[in-house]
């Protein structure tokens, strides 16, 4: 008897699943708890913290497994199966990050660089736009370091230049740049496939959900790569085969890209 596939589901959260300025997906709620009810498994691969993630699965009344601060760390993969590790620690902790920058980045750089952690409450929530307890999740970062860059395209690319040759990354999201340890999405998420892959009988499938430059490198190691509109993101720069991409934003254009994935998956 030929073995079911087990669909896979890694998904960004906001811009992708969550609509890009409530941060919520009411609309669609319905139809991501009946693919989760049919088996389907989703892991939110996220540049939110800890904190805020295991705040979504509260506030949706959802148990699932996820990674966060781009990479960083797997959390409740023992969710998918009893035997897995309930965390995976991927980066080193966000003080060994910040010594590395400071002692790298030379001061004409650092004079360009705000740090998010830095700003008064109020300039906080203009940056995030989230509700006063919203971004105090947001700002419980254990493993990377939320940055605004002043400087111009030349002073960016030196500054994103040194950080690769220490050995850490900046990632580019929708509203800040974080400096992050030699992680993203992409490998988290082969870390995740690795460790499940060992213990899911049958033809695991993924389709990996974005709309944004941090999620490339996920969505191009999926099967099925797909990418939500973002009028903030040229797509047109993306060259990825049987890429899906949705005429509408989140959280229906998550949907969109959803259904046709499963359909092809099907087929």
């Known amino acids: 008897m030929k073995q079911k596939k087990q669909i896979i589901i890694f998904t960004d959260l906001d811009g992708s699943l969550l609509d890009k300025d409530t941060f919520r997906f009411d609309e669609i709620e319905d139809y991501f708890k009946e693919l989760i009810s049919k088996g389907i498994k989703?892991?939110?691969?996220?540049?939110?913290?800890?904190?805020?993630?295991?705040?979504?699965?509260?506030?949706?009344?959802?148990?699932?497994?996820?990674?966060?601060?781009?990479?960083?760390?797997?959390?409740?993969?023992?969710l998918i199966q009893k035997d897995l590790p309930d965390k995976v620690l991927i980066s080193r902790p966000a003080d060994q990050i910040y010594t590395i920058y400071n002692e790298n980045i030379p001061s004409n750089l650092k004079n360009k660089i705000t740090f998010i952690l830095k700003l008064n409450s109020k300039e906080q929530q203009e940056i995030f736009g989230l509700p006063l307890d919203k971004m105090m999740l947001a700002l419980k970062r254990n493993y990377s370091l939320p940055i605004q860059f002043v400087g111009n395209e030349i002073e960016k690319n030196e500054f994103i230049k040194i950080i690769k040759h220490v050995g850490l990354t900046v990632q580019t999201g929708g509203r800040i740049m974080n400096i992050c340890d030699n992680v993203n999405k992409s490998k988290a998420m082969s870390k995740a496939l690795k460790l499940i892959s060992k213990k899911l009988e049958g033809e695991i499938v993924t389709i990996g959900v974005g709309d944004n430059e941090n999620d490339i490198e996920m969505i191009k190691q999926s099967n099925y790569p797909c990418l939500v509109k973002n009028e903030n993101f040229n797509s047109s720069l993306i060259n990825i085969d049987n890429l899906i991409k949705s005429s509408e934003p989140s959280p229906r254009g998550w949907s969109d890209v959803i259904k046709t994935a499963i359909q092809k998956i099907k087929t």
Do not use: A, C
């Open 42 to 78: 989703i892991i939110p691969n996220s540049s939110k913290t800890e904190n805020e993630l295991l705040d979504f699965n509260e506030q949706y009344n959802l148990n699932l497994p996820f990674i966060s601060e781009n990479g960083s760390s797997i959390h409740g993969l023992n």
